[in-house]
């Protein structure tokens, strides 16, 4: 694991051959993005130092961490933008998540000290104490709150992509998948959803889908480029991202929208500072400004909300 600030200024960065050498671990879905193929250029404009701290916001955190002035972030790492990556010094973490996790530092006056850490590692660990919160875009799901509460900064889902030569059409049943193989991330809710539902396919007489999970975002996207996958299931800012920026590949609808937030451990009293502290954002202009920096605007929510209800199709 590597130990950052999260409170680095960017620079205007060109990113070399992002895609099938993408640094870092995690599963690069789900839920944090997977990784592009072609070279891009990661936007680095600044839209976070700027924010101010607000008394009204910082004294919703309990006294303690008012002394200390700092907490324990851990953040899943190893896609490419919208969501956390590496610049190409293999140290820099930046994204949309660590925006937002910047931000909420700045409204609460405290430091966020970031370690990295694989996808499926991070909630068990806000259990276990070691660390206080996570980020890695985490779908909020009714199974996830039993257990994690959030704080909610956006809404994204799930999504599938595409070669473009695939006669597969806009998923709207998961029978449509039944006899192709289908690649996600480990851990994720993509994986769980796919397990979930595997028994429709024997229901109606045909053969079962595979799911083929891996942990790191460039063996998902090698695996459909090769074909040994016909289809990924993911999220959809990063499915599009990904899209975008690789050739010979589509991405093919929407299929389940989740909102996503910061992760702590079950009955945290850090969930309203948290909360107050997005909506503070959202109210200055700060949150939209993060939205637009990373092309995920349509992905805005009107308030951050305590593990609400997972949002049902």
């Known amino acids: 694991m590597r130990t950052t600030s999260l409170t680095s200024a960017f620079a205007l960065i060109t990113v070399a051959a992002l895609g099938l050498t993408a640094c870092g671990s995690g599963d690069g879905t789900g839920d944090a993005a997977p990784a592009a193929a072609r070279n891009d250029k990661i936007p680095t404009e600044d839209v976070v130092s700027d924010v101010a701290k607000d008394p009204a916001a910082a004294k919703l955190l309990p006294a303690d961490v008012r002394r200390s002035g700092s907490l324990r972030i851990a953040a899943s790492v190893g896609g490419n933008p919208p969501n956390s990556s590496y610049l190409p010094d293999g140290k820099t973490v930046v994204g949309q998540d660590i925006d937002f996790a910047n931000a909420v530092g700045k409204v609460l006056g405290i430091k966020l000290d970031q370690e990295v850490a694989s996808f499926e590692a991070i909630l068990p660990a806000l259990d276990s104490g070691k660390y206080d919160l996570g980020t890695g875009n985490f779908g909020v799901t009714d199974e996830r709150r039993r257990t994690i509460d959030f704080v909610t900064y956006i809404n994204d889902g799930q999504g599938f992509a595409v070669r473009k030569d695939s006669g597969l059409k806009k998923v709207t049943d998961l029978k449509q998948l039944c006899g192709l193989n289908v690649a996600t991330g480990a851990g994720t809710t993509f994986e769980a959803t796919l397990e979930q539902n595997k028994g429709i396919c024997k229901e109606a007489g045909k053969k079962a889908y595979d799911v083929k999970t891996y942990a790191e975002p460039s063996a998902i996207w090698s695996s459909l480029q090769q074909g040994r996958s016909d289809v990924v299931m993911?999220?959809?800012?990063?499915?599009?991202?990904?899209?975008?920026?690789?050739?010979?590949?589509?991405?093919?609808?929407?299929?389940?929208?989740?909102?996503?937030?910061?992760?702590?451990?079950?009955?945290?009293p850090l969930a309203p500072a948290f909360r107050a502290a997005v909506n503070k954002l959202i109210a200055d202009g700060t949150y939209a400004r993060i939205l637009k920096k990373w092309g995920t605007s349509p992905s805005a929510i009107d308030r951050s909300q305590i593990s609400p209800p997972e949002i049902k199709d």
């Not at 991202?241 to 010979?248: D, L, P």
């Not at 991405?251 to 996503?260: A, K, P, S, T």
């Open 234 to 268: 993911s999220t959809i800012n990063g499915l599009r991202y990904s899209v975008a920026h690789q050739e010979g590949l589509k991405f093919l609808n929407e299929f389940h929208r989740l909102d996503v937030g910061f992760a702590f451990k079950k009955g945290t």
